[in-house]
């Protein structure tokens, strides 16, 4: 079964500074999809950034971007110019390229100080 | 619809009590799901509806719980005799096409059992 681990339960950054999201999962499939979605206080997932897994190109969107290691199967996301809306808790998820269902990690709560 | 709609938003309920939770999704959007998220943790995926297609039940963690889609419209997600332990966000999400990528979510609705 696939599994997804966020390691870092909690991390702050400082405003304009740059922050790291480490995420790392298990799978014996080759071709697949990772995801960072955000999570802010109003529920509501929102899609951040996705990465095809037989892309080596790291994906990046705006000030998000990863760092894809498909051998060491870690997909680490940096938030670069930290602003206060980015606040929220951060998810990293998985789907099977062939699957439907996404496999999400217990998330990291990012702290943005002014 | 312009996104996904899910009602109520917070629902209070008795245990032993049954509640049905309501999912509306973007019009023409063929895949539905739903997710549940208990307090500071990630998804955990339910159930899967894919147009007229059985549906994936295989998250649904016991019988009390039990959801329904008539074809491509609003789903119901029912859980009979509350239990403490059901107590989470329950989001709905739906894709235009049956794979892993193209979720939008809804805000969710949270469940409180006292």
């Known amino acids: 079964a696939q599994t997804v681990t966020q390691s870092q339960p909690e991390m702050s950054v400082q405003e304009a500074e740059t922050v790291t999201l480490s995420c790392t999962y298990d799978?014996?499939?080759?071709?697949?999809?990772l995801f960072w979605y955000k999570q802010p206080p109003s529920r509501q997932m929102i899609l951040v950034i996705r990465?095809?897994?037989?892309?080596?190109q790291n994906a990046t969107e705006n000030r998000f971007s990863v760092n894809f290691q498909k051998a060491a199967k870690s997909f680490s996301l940096k938030i670069s110019d930290s602003q206060l809306g980015d606040a929220a808790m951060y998810f990293c998820?998985?789907?099977?390229?062939?699957?439907?269902?996404?496999?999400f990690g217990g998330g990291t709560r990012v702290l943005v100080k002014p | 619809g312009a996104g996904v709609s899910q009602s109520p938003s917070n629902k209070v309920t008795e245990k032993g009590k049954d509640v049905e939770l309501r999912c509306d999704p973007i019009s023409g959007h063929t895949a539905l799901y739903w997710y549940r998220q208990r307090l500071g943790q990630g998804l955990e995926f339910l159930i899967y509806f894919q147009g007229n297609s059985a549906p994936d039940k295989s998250g649904l963690p016991s019988d009390r719980f039990s959801a329904e889609r008539t074809g491509e419209s609003v789903s119901t997600l029912t859980i009979q005799r509350t239990q403490q332990e059901d107590s989470a966000v329950y989001l709905c999400a739906s894709s235009l096409k049956d794979r892993g990528y193209g979720y939008t979510f809804g805000s969710g609705t949270r469940l409180t059992v006292v």
């Open positions: 990465q095809e897994a037989y892309k080596q």
């Open positions: 799978t014996s499939e080759s071709d697949y999809y």
């Open positions: 998820a998985y789907c099977w390229a062939a699957g439907n269902k996404l496999t």
